[in-house]
């Protein structure tokens, strides 16, 4: 599981696909939440504006497995 850093409260869905590479741009985030399955901790998830907090693990289909962690 890899995990990606954040230094604020929080990150969005779109901002943490783009954070990741999984997408090149924010713009390309609505495109990709609708043709990939992801899973935020177990549950279905497809809004790129959903709040992701430290701890929140992330799988997507596919590509893998992730968990946001906050830096100290």
Same mark, same amino acid.
């Given at each position: 599981?890899?995990?990606?850093?954040?230094s604020?409260? =929080?990150?969005t869905? $779109?901002? &943490?696909l783009? !954070?990741? $590479?999984?997408? *090149?741009?924010?713009?390309?985030?609505?495109?990709?939440?609708? !043709?990939? !399955?992801?899973?935020?901790? #177990?549950e279905?998830?497809?809004?790129? $504006?959903?709040?992701l =907090? *430290? #701890?929140d !693990?992330?799988?997507i289909? #596919?590509?893998?497995? &992730?968990?946001v +962690?906050a +830096? +100290?």
């Amino acid at each position: 599981m890899e995990q990606v850093k954040i230094s604020t409260e =929080y990150i969005t869905l $779109g901002q &943490f696909l783009k !954070e990741t $590479g999984v997408i *090149d741009t924010g713009g390309m985030a609505k495109w990709f939440l609708s !043709e990939h !399955e992801i899973q935020l901790n #177990g549950e279905p998830e497809q809004r790129r $504006g959903k709040k992701l =907090y *430290d #701890g929140d !693990e992330i799988v997507i289909k #596919g590509i893998g497995q &992730f968990v946001v +962690s906050a +830096s +100290s």
